[in-house]
């Protein structure tokens, strides 16, 4: 019996405001993705996921909500989210979006209607840090004359899920995008719900009480129950930002009642170096319970795309990265633009529209789907193009076609799919991994020539697109900066 298709596929991560505009106003929208449909079908992506598309006013791009049942107008309306999600599933394509529960805008009515559902003190009550703006993370309502918390922006308060008629309010919210055919939800802050109830001081840097406390996990269970009982059933991929793997891993509960996927952020932030990749590899793979399938990514709209950050801009390192993150065991969600190996766009700071400092505008700016960019006057700039759909399309050697290939490979083999994961010796500046009976994937991050034993077969796939065939009779050799899929 086959798997569900959030573990076989790969995910596809879109920043609508910058992925594709129909309407030709410089931010890109529901229809553009739409549009693009085609694109991300022959690509061969299984699900696609959008940053959030709720009215906003926008201090944080989306991520402090005003409405959570309706579409900001620069993005369409709740009529194209359903021509979006009929189209793409005409295309056996899933359709995701953000659920940001940790907080909401200050301009969401709640704010002013029910204070009661926001996290107050009568005085600064403890050490808590804002992640954005710097300094206490509680501000004065001066009309109430009381603190709110906001973790985040000023513009962005705290939900208080103690309060049993928050939770009432997302479960309404939850049903009402899966009764309209979503597929489920990154989920924005996962770890962050809930907060001490007695609102402790936090300790050092760690944030053990303004956000990962161990009561979180029973909001995952209520709504692991309420996506399961759809048909198919719904998928809860939670933005889990917890570098300490066995916390991250209890994310998933028993492994199958709560959160589907985890975000694996540990190795977001490890060098793309061997030891430092295997390392946390292993030891995800050693946390999570038999049930629980992991969840890779190099890039995203906060971290950055890997091509810059893992890679320094080199395309054959970004190709060994991205046969890593779809090689593994677990589902790889690629940020729009990985396929390209783009690097960060360029913004100069009178362009900078982001709260967070510093800006993480270079990693949001539009895909380049031509030389000439495919935009026009676009919200945020769009200089280099030198990657771009069109010319990559063109070009059976590019790494569009690498990507595309790679994804392809995985579909037809139930090893990549979903065969265990085993460690293979390997040298310094190399990993090795066997999927199922009969899969080595080997890369070699380094800049010397590597050389792999008792690997047997043929080469399937290689970020050398020449050296797809060869066959390997017990040792595969690697140049700098080369990974290949061997078969048996
Ligand atoms: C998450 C989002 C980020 C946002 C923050 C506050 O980390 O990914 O973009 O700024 O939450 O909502």
Known sequence: MGQPWWREGVLYQIYPRSFADAN?????????????????????????????????PNVDWGYDVADYTDVHPDLGSLADVDRLVAEASRRGIRVLIDLVPNHTSNQHPWFRE????????????????AIFGGGSAWALDEERGRYYLHNFAKEQPDLDWWHP????????????WFDRGIAGFRIDVAHGLIKDRELRDDVGSERVHS??????????????????????PRVLLGEVYVLDIP????????????????????????DLDAEQMRAVVSATEAALPPDAWPCWIGSNHDVGRLTTRWCRGNEALARCALLMLLTLRGTASL???????????????????????????PCRTPLPWTGEGGWENPWLPLEDTSRNVE??????????????????????????????YAELPAPPSTLAWRRGNGTVVAVNFGSGTAEIESVEGAIA???DRERQGESVGGRLRLGPAEGAVVQR
Do not use: C
Not at 114 to 129: E, I, L, M, T
Not at 406 to 415: G, N, P
């Open 461 to 463: 796939l290689a970020t």
């Open 114 to 129: 029910r204070p009661d559902f926001y996290v107050w003190a009568d005085a600064v009550p403890n050490n808590w840090q």
């Open 391 to 420: 010319d990559q399309r063109a070009d059976p050697g590019s790494t569009l076609h690498f990507t595309r290939d790679v994804i392809a490979l995985r579909k037809e083999s139930v090893d990549l799919r979903s065969g265990p």
């Open 211 to 232: 956000m990962n406390r161990p009561e979180t996990h029973e909001v995952y269970r209520g709504w692991r129950r309420l996506a399961d009982a759809y048909e198919p």
């Open 335 to 361: 940020y729009y633009g990985d396929e390209l190996a783009l690097p960060d766009g360029h913004v100069s700071p009178e362009h900078v529209r982001d709260v967070a400092v510093p800006s993480r505008d």
């Open 24 to 56: 030709g106003d410089g931010v890109g929208d529901l229809a553009g993705i739409t549009a693009k449909l085609d694109y991300l079908q022959w690509l061969g992506v299984a699900g696609i996921w959008l940053n959030p598309i709720n009215p906003s």
């Open 247 to 270: 916390a991250w891993a209890g994310y998933y509960g028993s492994g199958s009642d709560e959160l589907n996927l985890a975000f694996n952020f540990a190795l977001v932030h490890a």
């Open 165 to 176: 008629e928050v939770r009432g309010e997302f479960e309404r919210i939850l049903r009402f």
